[in-house]
């Protein structure tokens, strides 16, 4: 019985679902930490409207997006005044169609930018280089004055020396410039080349497509199981630290698609290093009560749960098991409704 839950939940890791495919990459800043987990964790990307043109998609596309506070995109911005108003444009981003153009890769544009040809882009030749700090995580620029950090001002170079080798991690393949990114106080950063060209209509169809186990099932806006929720650990006092292993609190959104019988959709949650974390569920329905089976912070996890109506409004009571390292944990949530799925 465990084998098959073990191989029904490494299906739920394959990224499957109808999308639409362009070749448009991103350079981003990443710390080690969020390197590795961005190139191993299947489920990290949000879904952001960059705005990278597929042939046959809307006009306004969604696209898998990296963007966090440790993995920031690079912008160029000529003449770019500290308080102007910045418009998030794919042109600006450093990446293989930098300014209308296919390059052959991001760091082929950084390497144009090296005017003295000494293999290190620095001083004048980053005047109009910006890490983009997506503090909000969606691909939108925050109003905060420190969503746009100057490179010149951070950062001392970044050192072309250090080949871009392409690598694969057990999620996605990229191009890593390890530790090319020199520090002023001394330490380095990676350099990570990432594709987000796939494209899809809403941001929801994007997620629930990388939730799916194949095809993505269809929302039913009839079954009162479908949309988001927001859900809360209500037991979680017993554990010496509640906030954890769940994250920055023991707190998130279910983002729930019920068809017929069956279910699949993502829980949401911030972790404990404010990683933006997606875990796949799927399972199945009958009537107002669920099983699913999901990947939680606690190991494999199992949930079954009730739809009750609590002073006229909907709200989702269930209750989890974990094995992780080989010890069963149980614990009890609650989730209450909050908007339809688009």
């Given at each position: 019985?465990m084998r098959?839950i073990?191989?029904?939940?490494?299906?739920?890791?394959?990224?499957?679902?109808?999308?639409?495919?362009?070749?448009a990459?991103?350079?981003?800043?990443?710390?080690?930490?969020l390197?590795a987990?961005?190139?191993?964790?299947?489920?990290?990307?949000?879904?952001a409207?960059?705005?990278?043109?597929?042939?046959?998609?809307?006009?306004?596309?969604?696209?898998?997006?990296?963007?966090?506070t440790?993995?920031?995109?690079?912008?160029?911005?000529?003449d770019?005044?500290?308080?102007?108003?910045?418009?998030?444009?794919?042109a600006?981003?450093?990446?293989?169609?930098?300014k209308?153009?296919?390059?052959?890769?991001?760091?082929?544009v950084?390497?144009?930018?090296?005017?003295?040809?000494?293999?290190?882009?620095?001083?004048?030749e980053?005047r109009?280089?910006?890490?983009w700090?997506?503090?909000?995580?969606?691909?939108?620029?925050?109003?905060?004055?420190?969503?746009?950090?100057?490179?010149?001002?951070?950062?001392?170079?970044?050192?072309l020396?250090i080949a871009a080798?392409?690598?694969?991690g057990?999620?996605?393949?990229?191009?890593?410039?390890?530790?090319?990114?020199?520090?002023?106080?001394?330490?380095?950063?990676?350099?990570?080349?990432?594709?987000v060209?796939?494209a899809?209509?809403?941001?929801?169809?994007?997620?629930?497509?990388?939730?799916?186990?194949?095809?993505?099932?269809?929302?039913?806006?009839?079954?009162?199981?479908?949309?988001?929720?927001?859900w809360?650990?209500?037991?979680?006092?017993?554990?010496?630290?509640?906030?954890?292993?769940?994250?920055?609190?023991a707190?998130?959104?279910?983002?729930?698609?019920a068809?017929?019988?069956?279910i699949?959709?993502?829980?949401?949650?911030?972790?404990?290093?404010?990683?933006?974390?997606?875990l796949?569920?799927?399972?199945?329905?009958?009537?107002?009560?669920?099983?699913?089976?999901?990947?939680?912070?606690?190991?494999?996890?199992?949930?079954e749960?009730?739809?009750?109506?609590?002073?006229?409004r909907?709200?989702?009571?269930?209750?989890?098991?974990?094995n992780?390292?080989?010890?069963?944990?149980e614990?009890?949530?609650?989730?209450?409704?909050?908007?339809?799925?688009e």
């Amino acid at each position: 019985m465990m084998r098959a839950i073990l191989l029904f939940v490494s299906l739920l890791f394959v990224q499957g679902g109808a999308r639409a495919q362009s070749d448009a990459t991103v350079l981003y800043v990443g710390t080690e930490r969020l390197t590795a987990l961005a190139l191993s964790y299947p489920h990290f990307p949000q879904f952001a409207r960059v705005g990278f043109g597929t042939p046959g998609t809307p006009g306004k596309p969604w696209h898998a997006w990296f963007g966090g506070t440790e993995l920031c995109a690079i912008l160029h911005l000529p003449d770019f005044l500290p308080g102007a108003k910045v418009d998030i444009d794919p042109a600006r981003l450093i990446g293989n169609t930098f300014k209308g153009q296919r390059w052959e890769n991001a760091f082929a544009v950084l390497a144009s930018l090296d005017a003295d040809g000494n293999g290190i882009v620095e001083g004048d030749e980053m005047r109009d280089l910006y890490m983009w700090v997506d503090f909000n995580g969606d691909g939108t620029l925050a109003t905060r004055p420190d969503a746009l950090v100057s490179m010149a001002k951070r950062f001392a170079g970044i050192d072309l020396r250090i080949a871009a080798k392409p690598f694969a991690g057990t999620a996605r393949s990229g191009r890593l410039a390890a530790f090319a990114l020199i520090e002023r106080r001394g330490g380095r950063r990676h350099l990570l080349e990432l594709k987000v060209g796939e494209a899809f209509a809403t941001r929801d169809r994007a997620y629930l497509s990388y939730a799916a186990n194949g095809a993505a099932l269809l929302p039913d806006a009839r079954n009162p199981l479908t949309g988001y929720w927001r859900w809360s650990i209500t037991n979680a006092d017993q554990w010496k630290d509640a906030t954890r292993p769940w994250g920055k609190e023991a707190a998130g959104q279910l983002l729930l698609s019920a068809n017929g019988e069956r279910i699949h959709g993502l829980v949401q949650m911030v972790g404990p290093y404010n990683d933006r974390i997606n875990l796949p569920l799927e399972g199945m329905v009958r009537g107002t009560a669920a099983q699913w089976v999901s990947s939680s912070p606690m190991g494999l996890t199992r949930s079954e749960v009730r739809l009750e109506q609590v002073f006229g409004r909907p709200v989702l009571r269930g209750t989890a098991w974990s094995n992780r390292n080989g010890k069963l944990r149980e614990w009890t949530w609650e989730a209450t409704y909050e908007k339809p799925l688009e």
